[in-house]
């Protein structure tokens, strides 16, 4: 999955630097320059091609350097992990996947089901999925479901509904939208709409560390902290590593899952 996850994204990047030349080359038939000053004006059209390119080498050489890796597939249930690496997928549609600290692929967090009217706005701008109610999925590495929540309200206020495998509701994450640019703020509750944690994380780097009522670290994550002696399989400068405690309950951990999911699923930017 890690090398497939590499080479989708060289893929992608053929296509955007396709797509670049294509509108450099109708522009400049179109508009042919005639003037040092307007062939000056055309220097920008070199940045989102020299990006394209470097995307290219970039993502062709670590798939180089993973591809003959025999990495396979985790026979860990999410709920059994300690440690979790998080990594955005090279697709159009967002997608985050889920790794163990040794590359073994465990699962996915994903979209459960997506009108047509959302696919523009999740191709160009998926910024704005946290404005939209929606409702995903944290799927084993088989794609079976094993936990759902529904994310519903957005100016001032979201909503999510956390449901276990069975689809039975365990409870909900209600969290503050009007500051979370600076501080993330929210309240985990559980099916009786009891207070189980409060929530805290950093609005521009998304780092958090919850503790239970005991001071118990239930959920640890520090952006831009990665263990060295894994690199040589997550070869990205930027890889996201989230730590949870291995006595926490089950229930209490498909709550924690479904929180963390959210969370970053909410941050990606294309």
Known sequence: MLAEMYKKRERLAYLFLG????????FFFVTTPETSTEWIELLPLLFPIGLSVAVVL?????????????IPRSEKQLL????IVIKKDAALIPRLLLFEKSGQYVGSVEIAKIPWWMYPFLIFASSLISLLPMTYKLASNDGTSEITFRKTGWLKQSEVEIFNKEQ??????IQEELKALFNIKGVLYDEKEEELLSIKAS?????????????RRLAYFYNGIFP??????????HNDIVELADDTADKDKVRLLAVIGFIFFTRIKQ
Do not use: C, M, P
């Open 19 to 26: 797509g670049t030349l294509v509108v450099a080359l109708v």
């Open 58 to 70: 970039i993502s062709r050489t670590h798939y180089k350097k993973v591809k003959d890796i025999e």
């Open 80 to 83: 059994d992990l300690k440690d």
């Open 168 to 173: 039975e509701k365990i409870g909900t994450y």
């Open 203 to 215: 609005g521009f780097s998304g780092s958090f560390s919850w503790n239970d009522q005991q001071g």
């Open 228 to 237: 060295h002696e894994y690199t040589h399989l997550f070869r990205d400068t």
